[in-house]
Each structure stands twice: as C-alpha cells, then as structure tokens.
C-alpha cells in the first residue's frame, strides 16, 4: 500500500520540481543589475523625461560666451 510510487508520479513530481525551480530563479546576479535594467526600461519609455545633450549644452555656452564678447568689444 504504502509501497515505492509509481514511475509516472515519481516523473510527474520531478517535472514540478524542475518547474518550482525555474520559477524561483532570477535573470539578475545581483540588485545592481537589477537597478541598471529597471532604470534602462524606464528610460525607454520616457518616464524621466527627455534626455539632457552635453553638446548642445556647450554650444549654448559657447554661443553666449561670444554674444557677451562682441558686446564687451562694442562697449570698449
């Protein structure tokens, strides 16, 4: 009665286990990678807004630098 189960249930329960496990794991070794891919998805779809260009910052800069050269030149 209480005898060795069977080999479909013994396969069954292997296959269920196998399932619990790979539902368990995770795609990230570590919370820092985790991090990184949550922030990039977000990114993608434009939570934080639009992305800030350094160059067209520093044309900007340097557009302002020259208006205020050509005043300073004008003025003297």
């Known amino acids: 009665m209480w005898g060795s189960p069977n080999r479909t249930e013994s396969h069954s329960l292997e296959a269920y286990a196998?399932?619990?496990?790979?539902a368990l794991a995770c795609a990230y070794s570590n919370s820092a990678e985790f991090d990184a891919a949550l922030i990039a998805a977000r990114r993608a779809a434009g939570i934080y807004g639009p992305k800030r260009h350094r160059r067209h910052m520093l044309v900007t800069a340097a557009g302002v630098a020259a208006g205020l050269a050509i005043v300073a030149l004008l003025i003297v």
């Open 18 to 22: 196998e399932r619990a496990g790979a």
